[in-house]
């Protein structure tokens, strides 16, 4: 009994501080096929990738959500995040447009669509960082380029952490790319996770 009373005592002077920072802190990826990991064996994506690095670091203290579904365009990012808010995420990886390029799809939507969902987040407390998207020429360059501008221009408007190119040193390299020459194989991933982990590091809460 006095040792049940001794605990409940000590329960009850936790400050609200003590007992949030019990909470690990929670990364979501929010993305398509990329995020997702097309193509790939479980435990394979870049997203589960970073999180057995982190396990294998003892950061019990993160925890890591992989949002990506294949073939989502960015119209689906402000009702999907809605779903993960519940989830109460402490930041946001934001890695969405490439189906909308790849589709041709009205630059000037996306951008609003990736505007709504930085907002919302931002509106229910959740730090965002930004992965910019590059893709081929198929559109024509006005198009390319208008496609490629939106992301540092939304970065910059919302002083985000910004990675210019989730596929940095993957794309278009047949031997780290899938037979579609699009979605990262095995050894492409890991140098994706090892991008998004460099990206990562000023990002997340001191040990």
């Given at each position: 009994?006095?040792?049940?009373?001794?605990a409940?005592?000590l329960?009850?002077?936790?400050?609200?501080?003590t007992?949030?920072q019990a909470?690990?802190?929670?990364?979501?990826f929010?993305?398509?096929?990329?995020?997702?990991?097309?193509?790939?064996?479980?435990?394979?994506?870049?997203?589960?990738?970073i999180?057995n690095?982190f396990?294998?670091?003892?950061?019990t203290?993160?925890?890591?959500?992989?949002?990506?579904?294949?073939?989502?365009t960015?119209?689906s990012?402000p009702?999907?995040?809605?779903?993960?808010?519940?989830?109460?995420?402490d930041?946001?990886?934001?890695?969405?447009?490439?189906?909308?390029?790849?589709r041709?799809?009205?630059?000037t939507?996306?951008?609003a669509?990736?505007?709504?969902?930085i907002?919302l987040?931002?509106?229910?407390?959740i730090k965002?960082a930004?992965?910019?998207?590059?893709?081929?020429?198929?559109?024509?360059?006005e198009?390319?380029q208008?496609f490629a501008e939106?992301f540092?221009?939304?970065?910059g408007?919302?002083?985000?952490?910004?990675?210019?190119?989730?596929?940095?040193?993957v794309?278009?390299?047949?031997?780290?790319?899938?037979?579609?020459?699009?979605?990262?194989?095995?050894?492409?991933?890991?140098?994706v996770a090892?991008?998004v982990?460099?990206?990562?590091q000023?990002?997340?809460?001191?040990q």
């Amino acid at each position: 009994m006095i040792k049940t009373l001794t605990a409940l005592l000590l329960w009850c002077s936790l400050s609200p501080l003590t007992l949030a920072q019990a909470e690990p802190f929670t990364i979501l990826f929010l993305g398509d096929s990329l995020t997702e990991g097309y193509g790939l064996e479980d435990g394979e994506s870049f997203p589960s990738l970073i999180a057995n690095r982190f396990k294998a670091q003892g950061r019990t203290d993160i925890r890591i959500i992989n949002g990506g579904v294949s073939g989502s365009t960015s119209a689906s990012a402000p009702g999907r995040l809605q779903w993960f808010v519940r989830s109460r995420p402490d930041l946001m990886i934001l890695s969405l447009g490439a189906n909308d390029g790849l589709r041709g799809l009205a630059v000037t939507e996306m951008e609003a669509n990736l505007v709504r969902t930085i907002e919302l987040a931002q509106d229910n407390g959740i730090k965002v960082a930004l992965t910019g998207m590059l893709i081929p020429p198929n559109y024509g360059p006005e198009y390319t380029q208008a496609f490629a501008e939106v992301f540092p221009r939304l970065a910059g408007r919302y002083d985000l952490p910004f990675l210019p190119f989730l596929l940095i040193d993957v794309a278009a390299i047949p031997e780290l790319n899938q037979n579609d020459g699009i979605h990262p194989n095995v050894e492409g991933a890991k140098l994706v996770a090892n991008t998004v982990w460099d990206f990562l590091q000023p990002l997340l809460p001191a040990q």
